[in-house]
């Protein structure tokens, strides 16, 4: 069973506007959320995080924004550029060691 | 400084043949992790080794997967009598006790015939 969901596999947004990539989990002993992004043929690589007593937090052009009672998480993009044009995999943590990753939203921006 | 290396980058095997997966994570780094993801899923977590405590295998999906962790670094995760539906990328992650940041390797692709 998928813990963790991302039930976009695509987004094509234009360069300067805003990305929005969506979350859902449905464990809500969760305390840890995590953005990862991955370039083809390499790893993912973190890109921001946020603990389940936030509700947001911010670090440059990204923001990830947490709704316990609805069990969403959002990755805010804004303003896309090119370079963000990755994968972008969602991943909750439950006990400290065992995470679980989404399938991952293919984000394009356009130039 | 050196990130977490896999090897081999890709592997072709034939089915039934056993294989090893190597990773070397970033020095100093006392968590270890794989994870596979198959073709059009999410990373499926494997199996979590943290400093001489015992491993969590709580995701190794058959007992043909098994892995150790040497000397507190380079670990191997071995598939034994592998079967078509072993084949995806293996993922290994690095991180420091207590953080949740976790560094990746570049996997290893995995093609079973």
């Known amino acids: 069973d998928q813990q963790v969901k991302q039930n976009s596999p695509s987004l094509s947004v234009q360069e300067g506007r805003i990305s929005i990539l969506n979350c859902d989990y449905t464990?809500?002993?969760?305390?840890?959320f995590l953005w990862y992004k991955k370039y083809p043929a390499e790893g993912p690589t973190f890109l921001i995080s946020?603990?389940?007593?936030?509700d947001k937090n911010e670090d440059g052009r990204f923001t990830v924004f947490l709704n316990k009672s609805a069990k969403h998480l959002s990755l805010h993009i804004v303003p896309s550029q090119p370079g963000d044009s990755a994968v972008y995999f969602c991943?909750?943590?439950?006990?400290?060691?065992?995470?679980?990753f989404g399938t991952g939203t293919s984000l394009t921006v356009i130039p | 400084g050196a990130g977490v290396s896999q090897s081999p980058s890709n592997k072709v095997t034939e089915k039934g043949k056993d294989v090893e997966l190597r990773c070397d994570p970033i020095?100093?780094?006392?968590?270890l992790y794989w994870y596979r993801q198959s073709l059009g899923q999410g990373l499926e977590f494997l199996i979590y080794?943290?400093?001489?405590?015992?491993?969590?295998k709580s995701g190794l999906p058959s007992d043909r997967f098994s892995a150790e962790r040497t000397g507190g670094s380079v670990s191997t995760l071995t598939i034994q009598r592998t079967q078509q539906e072993d084949s995806a990328v293996y993922l290994c992650?690095?991180?420091?006790?207590?953080?949740?940041?976790?560094?990746f390797g570049p996997g290893t692709r995995l093609t079973v015939l």
């Open positions: 992650a690095s991180s420091l006790e207590g953080s949740n940041e976790q560094f």
């Open positions: 464990n809500s002993m969760f305390d840890y």
């Open positions: 946020i603990s389940s007593i936030k």
């Open positions: 991943a909750a943590d439950l006990t400290g060691n065992q995470f679980y």
């Open positions: 020095s100093g780094h006392t968590a």
């Open positions: 080794f943290q400093g001489n405590s015992a491993p969590d």
